[in-house]
């Protein structure tokens, strides 16, 4: 009697390998898909922006009124802590920026910031 063996394309044992196969693509996939991205995120942690003129990175695209100011500060801009600051949106129109309001900003924002008694 002789018994056939099965190898081909429907063979249950190749199947299972091949599930196996493609199971530890997508766990490869996965993993280099996140290493890449946290390569990007990094890649793009810092935002150049400017506060009163001056150039100033800031280390997060999320960011609290208080961090900008105190990121211009270590950077040399001639402000203080409790000055107000201002973003500056285009076409005339700002808000202001509390101490503990995040924001997210973007390459080239702009930012005011302005002693608290400066009525001009």
Not at 5 to 29: C, F, K, V
Not at 75 to 82: A, C, E, K, Y
Request: no cysteine; hydrophobic share 30%.
């Amino acid at each position: 009697m002789t018994t056939e063996h099965n190898t081909g394309p429907g063979d249950p044992g190749r199947i299972t390998a091949d599930i196996a196969a493609i199971e530890g693509d997508e766990e490869r996939l996965a993993r280099d898909t996140e290493r890449l991205e946290r390569d990007l995120e990094e890649q793009h942690r810092h935002v150049d922006v400017q506060v009163n003129n001056n150039p100033v990175r800031l280390n997060a695209r999320r960011e609290t009124g208080l961090q900008i100011k105190d990121a211009a500060i270590e950077q040399g801009v001639q402000i203080d802590r409790g000055f107000q600051l201002w973003e500056e949106l285009g076409e005339g129109r700002e808000r202001q920026v509390g101490d503990t309001d995040e924001i997210t900003v973007h390459e080239g924002a702009r930012f005011t910031a302005i002693a608290p008694d400066d009525n001009s």
